[in-house]
């Protein structure tokens, strides 16, 4: 009988989710608002032309060009006067380290690239909307399999940009090690809990805004930190009571309740066993040294 060896599927370049799809109609010459955020960010330009600024350097999008922005990189629009200037925008969560030679550069999309892009704005128009509060959001009868179509379109997209840059630098194809995936996703994992710091985050609210799975995703902290997530959060919370407590004329109660703690008995007794002593000695011994 013959034996059938299965081999697991390795996704190089994995969107996890989507967060905003929607049309930037410019009217007249303006400069939008300075911007950043934590997630990707795909400008796509379907009529005229904008600069886009990355980092106060300016980059010209034609018709038909894209640029792909990287997480927490400051970004504004200029649009020229008397043209009729629309980009389409996607901004998407991934962790894949294969994004990265690609970021900051300016395409002119090929025939693949270009037929991509168009079905990612016919699988947008019959499957999403942003609603009045800015949030993308599910048409009431969209067409079947349309967001797992456009995800797989944008994945494809980004796959072939990879593809392409690495021709065009004769360096071939680029693979990146497991090792760096997992890094880059639990040094986005402790950048969410930093930002989350005052609230009362569960290991389900967190498996769920990574989209993984808790054995996957407390296995791969566990071995990349030697903490699990939950340790890791108390740490950094108790981190930020010492800094109020050092820098701040705040109560311990007042600290406490920033940090997500009602009680302040439970709070102090996690800040002795992180930092050995309670926040009332740790604030009088740091006030004595200064």
Known sequence: MKTYLRHRIRNVIDVKELIVLEYLD???KYRDYVEDHDFWEL?????????LFLEDVPMQLSQHQLLLIPPNRTHSFLSA????????VICFDSFSQGLTPISGTVFSPDDLQR??????????RTTFRMNESGHLEVLPAPLFGGQQALMLQLEYLLINLVRRMSVEKNSGIVFFSDEHFY???VGAITRYLRKNIQRKLSLDEICSRFSYSKSFLCKIFKEQTGQTLIACFNRLKMEEAARLLQETSLSVTAIAGM??????????????????TTPVAYRANKTKLS
């Open 81 to 88: 006067a008397g043209n009729e200037n629309r980009a389409f």
């Open 26 to 28: 410019f009217e007249g």
């Open 259 to 276: 940090l997500g703690y009602q009680d302040v008995k439970y709070f102090d007794a996690i800040f002795k066993k992180h930092n050995g």
């Open 115 to 124: 037929t991509c892009m168009e079905r990612i704005l016919e699988e947008c």
């Open 43 to 51: 400008c796509y330009v379907v009529t005229g032309s904008i600069t």
């Open 183 to 185: 890094a880059d996703l």
